[in-house]
């Protein structure tokens, strides 16, 4: 009962929070703070965003042009999009500069920023183009948002999809196969020779 009365609590808590968290904000609750080392990241993060939103109003004033919420979370290690909400949750421990954490929280904007990666993702095989869609749109917050350059960009989203086929990740909903979802990033960005994996049969895409 006491476990299920923290769980409903901790439901409740991030409810509350996404509902009172501001667009392009990196909002933490009472009961977890920040480090000086991740309040930087917050803060860069937020800068990001802002950037990504004036480029947008630039490109087309009438567009709405908003970016997700931010929400701290005690626990886990990997951010995630979360469509409904428009908010990415972001581990405490994920708020840091290291390049493979600024990747992947590239890629969660990437959701978040782009349709074609966040809009129609539902099934597996779409799922599955959203997550190639949000890699490649990675490059661009990084470059836009963070400040690097093309190369820099482009080997920083290399170098985390190689960790994931390095490190064996399970599959997932829209990560059948990180092989494949490594190869057709090279692919796509005319990197080559391929990196030596072997991708799994049967996979949708």
């Known amino acids: 009962?006491?476990?299920?009365?923290?769980?409903?609590?901790?439901v409740l808590a991030l409810f509350t929070l996404?509902?009172?968290?501001?667009?392009g904000q990196v909002k933490t609750d009472v009961w977890h703070s920040l480090t000086p080392a991740q309040q930087a990241e917050?803060?860069?993060?937020?800068?990001?965003?802002?950037?990504?939103?004036?480029?947008?109003?630039a490109a087309s004033p009438s567009f709405p042009c908003t970016p997700p919420k931010i929400i701290v979370t005690g626990s886990g290690t990997t951010p995630q999009y979360?469509?409904?909400?428009?908010?990415?949750?972001?581990?405490?421990?994920?708020?840091?500069?290291?390049?493979?954490?600024?990747?992947?929280?590239?890629?969660?904007?990437?959701?978040?920023?782009w349709a074609d990666a966040s809009a129609d993702c539902q099934s597996?095989?779409?799922?599955?183009v959203c997550e190639q869609n949000a890699n490649w749109h990675a490059g661009h917050v990084l470059i836009v948002g963070y400040g690097y350059n093309d190369a820099a960009a482009v080997q920083?989203?290399?170098d985390q999809l190689?960790?994931?086929?390095?490190?064996?990740?399970?599959?997932?909903?829209?990560?059948?196969?990180?092989?494949?979802?490594?190869?057709?990033?090279?692919?796509r960005v005319g990197r080559s020779p391929l990196y030596v994996c072997e991708e799994r049969t049967g996979v949708a895409r």
């Open 1 to 10: 009962m006491n476990a299920s009365r923290t769980l409903l609590a901790a």
């Open 156 to 158: 920083m989203m290399w």
């Open 124 to 128: 597996e095989a779409k799922a599955y």
């Open 82 to 113: 979360q469509r409904g909400g428009h908010s990415i949750l972001v581990p405490a421990a994920a708020l840091n500069p290291n390049p493979l954490f600024r990747a992947t929280m590239a890629h969660e904007i990437g959701h978040a920023w």
């Open 162 to 187: 190689v960790f994931m086929v390095q490190n064996g990740g399970k599959p997932s909903h829209g990560h059948p196969d990180a092989c494949a979802e490594l190869h057709a990033f090279e692919r």
């Open 18 to 23: 996404g509902a009172c968290a501001t667009p």
């Open 42 to 57: 917050a803060t860069v993060i937020e800068g990001a965003l802002e950037k990504l939103v004036q480029e947008c109003r």
